[in-house]
């Protein structure tokens, strides 16, 4: 009986430390998860970590050392470019010993680091005239043209006389034969002063030296770059609609089933229709002399009719075939090569008079 009585015990013992054994695994295992949790996300699923003060400043010590670096990185790319110009100039100087552009280049390098002064560009423009009377080397010529061209185009300082000094730029580049360049420069020009429609033509024979011959359109100097080239039909230059209309800073619409482009700027509206000789500005009908047209896919319309309905002057140069396009400038004398002068209005009206760009 006691042997049977103390088997009955030791099961019970057993059968209790069972329990409690699978009671501990059991609240083991419900707290997994709550740790997991507390280490990964919060409620709404973004992961929450600690933050490392020491991490954060090493963060914080970076981005300022980046801040740093930016502020002393303009600087130190604009000591480099002035360090490669003096390069420049001092190889130059080396080419152009012993002749008149030697003075050319030696002024420049005093005036290293500083702008040019419209004195300076004056006693430039004389040492300039006398390089192109001596007989040198196209290397030396192009050699001088660069260093100037270079500096006129680092200078901060708007010039009065700049146009001046870039001209005999234009003059040397060509005697050396370096026509790309001389192109280059002659745009500078162009924009220096945008009503000067000598400077149309002079950059039309560098372009007819290139073998470049078209009908070209500038807006304030800027030629316009369309995948429609300009064309004249009947005296009346034709310009791409879309081009020409961001430039001069007009919205267009079109109404597929009128066949109708609609222009808009500030309080001037303007309805073209494609095929028709028929516009409307601010619901007022006007007579074109040529129809609005579609060619290759682009419309094209009659530049000096839309130009000058937004306010513009247009005129045009001949032996260029260029339209110039520019706003209005006051009156101011103009004074060519050989000294005479002439007004800007006057100079419009002789040079508009042959050819119609309406």
Known sequence: MKKKLFTILSLALCLQLVVFSFGVSADDTSTTPETTETETGTEDGVSEETEDPATDD?????????????GKGKPEKDRHANDHAKKGLENALEHVKGTPAEKVISDLLDLEGEDLEDED?????????????????DEDLTAVADSVYNKVKSNKKELKQQALLLKKVVDIYEKAGSVEQAVEAQKDVLTANVSDLQAYKRLGSLYKKLGEEQVRVFIEGEQLISEVAPVIEDGTTLVPLAAISVVLGATVAWNEEENSITLTRDDIV????LE???????GEEVELRKAVKSLNGRTIVPAKFISEVFGSVVQWEPESESVVIHEPVEEETVTDESGSTDTAEDTTETETADTETN
Do not use: H, W
């Open 276 to 282: 028709s000789k028929t516009a409307y500005i601010n």
């Open 270 to 273: 303007v309805k073209l229709t």
């Open 121 to 137: 560009v004056e006693a430039i423009s004389e040492q300039l005239e006398d390089v192109l009377e001596q007989e040198l080397e």
């Open 58 to 70: 090493s963060q914080d010590a970076t981005e300022e050392d980046d801040e740093d670096s930016e």
